[in-house]
């Protein structure tokens, strides 16, 4: 499947354009010279490649002699994998941003990423398409993950902000599917803001992985809530209302609270609210119910992971995209 015209394949977050912008430095760590010549090849219009070493124990080397801003690291390598390599970069204070670039795409691996100080994971099949776009992500500090599942894992047991950008797809309802298990199997309450697609699709997904979805009782941590109701009690004059989104919000809590064993137990949401905002071109309201949101959730338990489709960014200029992305804490791409 084509991922994503080339705009929005790489759409600068950093605002590099003209001959005297100042480019992040970046060395590439990988054991296959041909892989380091195609990546050089990607980024070298908006990044400054440094340095290349072949292996963990050079690439310590090389990056302490050139600072680089952010690091391109392979996992699997001769001496020390990369996981290895970057601990020992942390041990020695080092603040280079590191992105992962590998092959190895079971979730441990995602896991170990950024357990070892990582704040990205690319595959390598994905090169062309997400690369660049990572680097831009983490160098304004946010964590750019592989699939949703990835973002529960890299969320853990904390509270946050993240975006999915996804090319819609049958498989993506799966994809959603196993994030709700994860967080109803970790004793979250969960709550889907949703298309009557989606909601139907994952009620019979989450049946089918033996939760009680829609039967005579259901699962009292569960609730579904259709995206254009959510979105219709708020909005006032094309914009979203404060305090009416406010009340929302406290509702979604008083049902937390009501549900979960634990009173400091989290929410976890997946929402498609601003969809619709967004395909109407109404980009202020978009960045403006993103921003919102963080106010009234950000002292709260609550896990929200805003999902769009590529396609609504293709066609809106870069400052649109960039604002929406600011508002997150974490960026993932779906199927």
């Known amino acids: ?40 090849k990607v980024l070298e219009n908006d990044f400054d490649v440094v340095a290349v070493a072949t292996d963990g124990e050079a690439a310590l080397t090389t990056s302490a002699r050139t600072s680089p801003d952010v690091i391109v690291m392979d996992i699997a390598m001769p001496r020390l994998n990369g996981f290895q390599t970057v601990r020992r970069l942390r041990r020695t204070g080092s603040q280079a941003k590191v992105v992962f670039l590998t092959m190895h795409e079971a979730e441990e691996y995602v896991i170990e990423a950024f357990d070892c100080g990582g704040q990205g994971f690319v595959l390598k099949t994905r090169i062309q398409s997400d690369l660049a776009s990572s680097l831009d992500h983490v160098l304004a500090g946010r964590l750019f993950v592989p699939s949703l599942k990835s973002l529960f894992h890299a969320a853990d047991s904390s509270s946050g902000h993240a975006l999915e950008l996804h090319w819609d797809s049958e498989s993506r309802l799966d994809g959603i599917a196993d994030f709700f298990n994860m967080a109803l199997r970790r004793g979250d309450a969960t709550c889907l803001i949703g298309t009557e697609r989606v909601r139907e699709g994952l009620e019979r997904r989450l049946r089918d992985r033996e939760w009680d979805i829609g039967g005579p009782s259901g699962c ?34 008083e049902y937390r609270l009501n549900v979960v064993d634990d009173p400091g137990g989290r929410i976890t949401i997946f929402g498609e609210m601003a969809v619709s905002l967004s395909h109407d071109g109404n980009s202020r309201a978009v960045v403006e119910l993103e ?25 809106q200029v870069h400052s649109e995209f960039s604002s929406v992305c600011a508002e997150h804490w974490a960026v993932g791409h779906g199927p």
């Open 220 to 253: 009292e941590r569960y609730m579904a809530i259709d995206a254009a109701d959510a979105l219709a009690r708020f909005m006032r004059g094309g914009l979203p209302d404060a305090d009416r989104l406010a009340e929302g919000v406290a509702e979604l809590d």
């Open 1 to 40: 499947m084509a991922y994503a015209s080339p705009a929005l394949r790489h759409r600068s977050l950093l605002s590099r354009k003209g001959s005297d912008a100042v480019r992040p430095r970046v060395v590439l760590v990988d054991d296959q010279p041909e892989v380091l010549d195609s990546v050089a």
């Open 291 to 315: 921003h919102t949101w963080n106010e009234l959730t950000s002292s709260l338990p609550f896990f929200t992971v805003c999902s769009y489709p590529a396609a609504c960014f293709e066609d």
